[in-house]
């Protein structure tokens, strides 16, 4: 919330900066030069109110990519679990085909920037698929747990899509190999504004 309420008050600060600066455009006393230039000034200013809120999505969405890239692996990109789970994320082979990546081992753990992509596509792929339980519950609480977009796209990631599903039609809670449940992931990754397409 904290958040949100700062870059609504950086956006209202700049904002009424472009207003005090901006003038009438269309007063006929101004020369056409004059004109050109508080257009420019005007356009510039809203380029840096979009500048400032990307800077803000692009922060948050690092600061979730590192806090899940620790939880799956401590941010390490060379690890393997005992399931096979690849990568900081932990992809597994078959997500990573259904995402149309057909690499090796070898290539997929030496390579952090694909690491990087896989994660985005993913949480694309699952934003799409989960988008109506999204839009139904984001901001209200559902057995004991406050939803978030980040909070369910953190559990899809952990449980799959399915598991997401399930737990919003009937309350059932999906646990991994380790015993960890998708509501602990709904919980640990709430509230982060990531802004994805």
Same mark, same amino acid.
Request: net charge positive; charged share 25%; proline share 0%.
């Given at each position: 919330?904290?958040?949100? &309420? ?22 006929? %006393?101004? @020369?056409? !030069?004059?004109?050109?230039?508080? *257009? ?10 979009? @500048?400032? &809120? ?5 922060? !948050?969405? @690092?600061?979730?990519?590192? /806090? *899940?890239?620790?939880? !799956? ?6 690890? *393997? ?25 070898? !290539?997929?753990? %030496? ?25 139904? =519950? @984001? ?27 399930? =737990? =919003? ?17 709904? /919980? ?5 504004? &990531?802004?994805?397409?």
């Amino acid at each position: 919330m904290k958040k949100k &309420i700062l870059i609504i008050a950086l956006t209202g600060v700049v904002l009424i900066s472009v207003g005090m600066t901006n003038g009438d455009i269309s007063d006929s %006393s101004i @020369d056409i !030069e004059t004109k050109l230039e508080l *257009v420019e000034t005007k356009r510039l200013k809203e380029e840096a109110i979009k @500048d400032s &809120i990307n800077l803000y999505h692009q922060s !948050e969405l @690092d600061k979730f990519l590192t /806090e *899940v890239g620790h939880r !799956e692996s401590t941010n390490r990109y060379d690890v *393997v679990n005992r399931w096979g789970y690849m990568g900081k994320y932990q992809f597994g082979r078959s997500t990573l085909k259904g995402l149309g990546y057909n690499v090796s081992k070898k !290539e997929f753990l %030496s390579n952090h920037d694909l690491q990087e992509e896989a994660m985005m596509a993913l949480l694309n792929h699952n934003k799409d698929k989960l988008q109506a339980y999204i839009d139904i =519950f @984001d901001g209200k609480t559902v057995n004991g747990i406050y939803i978030t977009e980040s909070g369910i796209l953190a559990a899809a990631h952990l449980g799959g899509q399915g598991s997401v599903k399930r =737990f =919003f039609k009937n309350g059932r809670v999906f646990r991994d190999g380790n015993g960890t449940k998708i509501t602990s992931y709904m /919980e640990k990754f709430s509230g982060y504004d &990531i802004a994805l397409n």
